[in-house]
């Protein structure tokens, strides 16, 4: 799927931050349904705050609020300890926006920002997502480097997905989990 000229000509991109919670919210509950506190995703970040220089917000032509991504500091544990690691997602496209592309904005710019974050000294983390290989692997993320991760509730092993400078350093095993540092 590849971005409408249209959706990209006109989305403004924000800091999530500078969106009403209520509003960030509906989007999610609009994309995903308000069941969505059930995917282990939510699990895997519970407690956490999302990164405010990662999550980001898009809206549309006429400034509405459209699509939401947000990133998370989260660790594989093992048993020497946690590895830092950032869990992106959800990306949350409202439906009656979904396939402009939006949701490729976002994550563009995201990495965008986390390679700009990295050069200039913080230090570029492993993302880890859980979503399709056929979506995200534009983007470089894979299942090749997550065959013995866990996840701390039920997911489909082909769909974790991880990209990133030092990734091939990261442990084969391990448990995601809430950062703890």
């Known amino acids: 799927m590849t971005a409408s000229p249209r959706a990209q000509a006109s989305a403004t991109i924000i800091p999530l931050e500078a969106v009403d919670p209520a509003m960030i919210e509906e989007v999610l509950d609009r994309a995903f349904g308000p069941d969505r506190h059930a995917r282990t995703a939510y699990?895997?970040?519970e407690g956490m705050a999302w990164l405010p220089g990662l999550s980001l917000a898009a809206l549309d032509e006429h400034d509405l609020l459209v699509a939401t991504i947000q990133c998370w500091?989260?660790?594989?544990?093992?048993?020497?300890?946690?590895?830092?690691?950032?869990?992106?997602g959800p990306v949350a496209v409202v439906p009656e926006r979904q396939g402009?592309?939006?949701g490729v904005g976002l994550?563009?710019?995201?990495?965008?920002?986390?390679?700009?974050?990295?050069?200039?000294g913080r230090g570029a983390l492993p993302q880890v997502l859980i979503g399709d290989s056929s979506y995200y692997?534009?983007?470089?993320f894979s299942a090749a480097m997550t065959g013995g991760w866990r996840c701390p509730g039920p997911y489909e092993q082909d769909r974790l997905l991880a990209r990133g400078h030092g990734l091939a350093a990261m442990p084969a095993e391990g448990m995601l989990a809430p950062w703890e540092g």
């Open 43 to 45: 699990r895997i970040r």
């Open 73 to 88: 500091p989260v660790g594989l544990q093992t048993r020497e300890g946690q590895v830092p690691l950032v869990m992106v």
């Open 100 to 102: 402009e592309g939006f």
């Open 107 to 120: 994550m563009s710019a995201m990495l965008a920002e986390d390679a700009r974050l990295g050069a200039a």
């Open 137 to 140: 692997g534009r983007w470089g």
